[in-house]
């Protein structure tokens, strides 16, 4: 079958099992629109109002599913505008396809009009990416380009294709797509023989989880393993929903923004044992003081995290899911530590996650948000303050159902990826946790929710101000607020209606149960201006450079008594 190179790339898509692309077009990319066009029915599209929507859309398609989301610019500033959310995928472990169009091959390196070399420029924030200069290679390219964005440790692939590509013709033959096999080359016996022995002489052990659990589907086999070892846990930011957060066995985050309950037990356990996580600052702090008391096991699928910023004693090296189960088929008898786990119950009665005045505010709100939203509905955030209360105060019990940008930390992330887990799970209830800075960098994108009537609600938390900077500037330099008061008269509820999205309102003394309630039973997109308190804190909090037992707000329950 002799077709197009555009009808190549669409074919490959559908073949690959797509049913969404997230895009903008332009001029590079008008012969891949066209073929898209011919296969209405079979390929939805959905228009973002700008190319970074449309990379974080893809991104919040692919974290919710566990499929590969798949984005489509043009040349030139489209392309580079998907730059951010590239990279943020990128830190995050996402498998994300993007597609470019560019300039025919005549005009390549001659400062065409719409050019730039995206390739280069997205070498370091792509898994791979590639520039398609014979339409012979284009069809095993986007084969290849789907299998290496979800093989291993996943991540985003970027393929480029001039336009004379799309237009030219070649033979195109249907092909069933390589099956992706978990990584298990390097799963050797030896680590985990070493790995069980230390489990098994270990009478503090303590697990410490991150979003590689939930990138191999490893959550039931983790639960199985934490019971078998008897074992507590702790996450970071990206493993939260690995474990029900009301797991008795669940200490809650690990770091700078998480529990006195996870960060005294990581610095008094004997051994640590950590499972798809690659030690991030945000965790660790003060390297020195991180883990004293313990040896550490760490299991990746990635061999460049170990020994990266944390020394470990043993490597289990492989995807994560099966290396668990060759675990507890080893380990196979239960172990006991029950005094062991009885001291981590009273340190969780003496060290609750209990909130100063600083917070209240904020923790009322979202506790109210929770009452009224159905147990499996999806969460995506934006990137400050009203991130780390959403991480802090929301009961996550599945895995997949909490989106929000670790590594990179991406403000105006979360309204993109709201619409990709909208786009995906269209009986679900999606909500976007916002803060006023976030959100007014990617409103725009209210108007692809308006435009395809998702009932995404968008939950503002406003302090007119740029929070998480400003605590800082509060607590380290001297209330030196410079540039973080977002004083700009900007009405959210004018803004969303003006987009034909309801626009609602809690004021600082409303109750919000009653709003929100409302919102989420209109069943159609909805904007909330929540007024909080301008100087909110998040705590608890370890000042930088500080180890993370080393917390401020804590409250201690022996001490208050």
Not at 27 to 55: C, M, N
């Amino acid at each position: 079958m002799r077709i197009t190179g555009a009808d190549i790339i669409v074919e490959c898509l559908l073949e690959e099992g797509v049913d969404t692309v997230f895009g903008y077009p332009g001029g590079q990319v008008i012969p891949l629109y066209d073929a898209i066009y011919k296969r209405k029915g079979k390929l939805r599209h959905i228009l973002t109002a700008h190319e970074q929507g449309a990379s974080h859309a893809a991104d919040g398609y692919a974290r919710s599913t566990g499929k590969v989301g798949v984005c489509i610019a043009t040349s030139g500033p489209g392309a580079t505008n998907l730059v951010t959310g590239l990279a943020t995928a990128y830190m995050d472990s996402v498998p994300v396809v993007a597609i470019t169009g560019n300039v025919p091959l005549s005009l390549l390196g001659r400062d065409s009009f719409q050019e730039v070399d995206i390739t280069g420029i997205t070498m370091n924030i792509t898994k791979h990416n590639y520039i398609v200069k014979d339409i012979a290679e284009l069809s095993d390219t986007i084969r290849e380009a789907f299998y290496i964005a979800k093989e291993g440790r996943p991540g985003p692939v970027l393929i480029d294709v001039p336009k004379d590509i799309q237009v030219g013709e070649y033979d195109f033959e249907p092909f069933q797509p390589k099956k992706v096999e978990p990584k298990t080359v390097l799963l050797r016996d030896e680590d985990i023989d070493e790995a069980v022995r230390m489990i098994k002489e270990s009478h503090r052990p303590m697990c410490y989880i991150g979003g590689g659990v939930i990138r191999s589907d490893a959550s039931e086999t983790l639960n199985r393993f934490l019971d078998l070892i008897d074992s507590p846990c702790g996450s970071s930011l990206m493993g939260l929903g690995a474990v029900d957060t009301d797991s008795p066995r669940f200490t809650g985050m690990i770091g700078m923004h998480g529990t006195k309950l996870s960060n005294m037990t990581i610095n008094s356990c004997d051994l640590l044992i950590v499972i798809g996580a690659r030690f991030s600052d945000r965790v660790i702090s003060k390297s020195s003081d991180f883990a004293t008391q313990a040896k550490i096991i760490q299991i990746d699928v990635d061999p460049a995290e170990f020994n990266k910023n944390i020394m470990t004693e043993v490597h289990v090296v492989g995807d994560v899911r099966m290396a668990l189960e060759r675990l507890v088929e080893k380990i196979g008898k239960p172990l006991d530590h029950h005094v062991w786990m009885d001291k981590l119950q009273d340190n969780r009665h003496r060290y609750p996650l209990k909130v100063s005045s600083d917070s209240k505010r904020a923790k009322r709100v979202i506790e109210a948000l929770e009452r009224a939203l159905p147990e499996d509905s999806y969460i995506a955030t934006e990137v400050g303050q009203h991130q780390m209360w959403a991480a802090q105060f929301l009961h996550t019990h599945r895995p997949r159902r909490f989106l929000t940008s670790g590594g990179l930390g991406t403000m105006g992330y979360g309204t993109g990826a709201a619409i990709g887990a909208q786009v995906a799970h269209p009986e679900a209830r999606v909500v976007n946790i916002a803060g006023d800075g976030s959100f007014r960098m990617n409103a725009n994108e209210l108007a692809t929710i308006a435009r395809y009537r998702l009932p995404v609600i968008i939950l503002v938390m406003n302090n007119h101000a740029l929070g998480m900077v400003r605590q800082w500037q509060t607590l380290f330099y001297d209330k030196h607020y410079s540039e973080t008061t977002l004083d700009t008269p900007l009405d959210w509820v004018m803004l969303a209606n003006a987009y034909g999205v309801e626009g609602m309102r809690i004021g600082p003394d409303d109750d919000p149960d009653a709003v929100i309630q409302a919102a989420v039973a209109l069943n159609r997109p909805v904007v909330i201006d929540v007024q909080i308190p301008i100087d909110d804190k998040v705590y608890p909090m370890v000042a930088p450079g500080a180890s993370i037992s080393d917390m401020m707000g804590i409250i201690d329950t022996e001490s208050e008594g």
